[in-house]
């Protein structure tokens, strides 16, 4: 059974930070472009950031650029999304996935997702 879990989520004030960690099983995690995704309720999902397989290229979204670092270990089958100097506006719930790809492209259109977790949610005040 594949499962993608999430923690690591609160609320936190702005300026604050928080490291999302999303434990993988069910699937070979080494094969799969790993990322992250967010939604408001009622709006379109958006892709944040993703790394290629075997700890590749990273990639971040425009708007956590500078702020959102991603990082995998693939010993533990495990990616994490570091999230520093947090804003109203990165209110969401965060979803980490497994997919065929991972590029600039990939945050505009979520495209290849193969599997995904049930979501952390993350809550800034300002």
């Known amino acids: 059974e594949v499962q993608l879990v999430e923690s690591g989520g609160g609320s936190v004030q702005a300026g604050e930070s928080l490291t999302l960690s999303c434990v993988t099983s069910g699937f070979t995690f080494e094969h799969h472009h790993m990322g992250w995704f967010r939604q408001v309720p009622g709006k379109e999902r958006e892709g944040i950031s993703c790394?290629?397989?075997?700890?590749?290229?990273?990639y971040y979204r425009d708007s956590v650029k500078g702020r959102f670092t991603v990082s995998t270990d693939n010993a533990k089958a495990t990616v994490h999304l570091q999230m520093n100097n947090l804003k109203p506006e990165d209110t969401a719930v965060y979803y980490c996935?497994?997919?065929?790809?991972?590029?600039?492209?990939?945050?505009?259109?979520?495209?290849?997702?193969?599997?995904w977790g049930k979501g952390t949610p993350v809550t800034v005040y300002s």
């Open positions: 790394i290629a397989l075997n700890g590749g290229t990273r």
């Open positions: 996935a497994a997919s065929d790809f991972c590029g600039s492209s990939w945050l505009r259109h979520l495209h290849g997702l193969n599997y």
